[in-house]
């Protein structure tokens, strides 16, 4: 059993890499083409009362883990499409703890897993259709000012996805 502490980051903080290879971006990819069916198995069968534990002291429910991912990787839908048509666009932030407030994160997340789904066929489409100079595009985060290239979201999102599957799946094993 990990501590709260460590499930803050279960699998550790993202570091981008000092360098990229062809086999790091397909395994990526296939990290975010497996996230739904991953979520959706790991949620299977769980009851409403399990669904609103949180993953630690503080944190979020699964049920708000799932409604966030597939919030945050709507959004960074959003964000890669702007930087395909745009010269280095600035994006816009939103508030995630504010989001996971709303009236929406009680909701069932079978919904909220096929919308995940639909989101992850885009990405998976787009990344696959990514070429060097595409990879190479970047967008500038308004909070902390950093410019970042496509290849280096793209692991991020990845880490993001096992992140938060990570938290379910770790609690799913208090059960």
Do not use: C
Not at 18 to 37: A, V
Not at 52 to 74: C, E, L, N
Not at 88 to 100: H, L, M, S, V
């Amino acid at each position: 059993m990990l501590t709260d502490e460590q499930m803050r980051y279960p699998i550790g903080k993202f570091e981008a890499p000092s360098f990229y290879t062809g086999e790091m971006m397909g395994n990526w990819i296939n990290t975010i083409r497996n996230l739904p069916e991953k979520m959706r198995q790991v949620t299977n069968g769980l009851t409403e009362a399990q669904l609103d534990t949180p993953y630690r002291t503080g944190g979020w429910t699964i049920r708000q883990v799932v409604h966030h991912v597939a919030d945050s990787h709507m959004n960074s839908l959003m964000r890669f499409k702007w930087a395909m048509t745009e010269d280095n666009p600035t994006i816009k932030p939103y508030d995630e703890a504010g989001f996971a407030t709303l009236a929406d994160y009680k909701l069932p997340i079978a919904p909220t897993l096929k919308m995940l789904e639909g989101i992850h066929v885009h990405l998976v489409a787009l990344f696959e259709s990514f070429n060097e100079a595409d990879l190479s595009r970047t967008y500038t985060h308004p909070a902390t000012g950093k410019t970042s290239p496509l290849r280096e979201i793209i692991g991020m999102y990845a880490w993001h996805s096992e992140h938060h599957l990570a938290h379910i799946t770790e609690t799913v094993k208090k059960f």
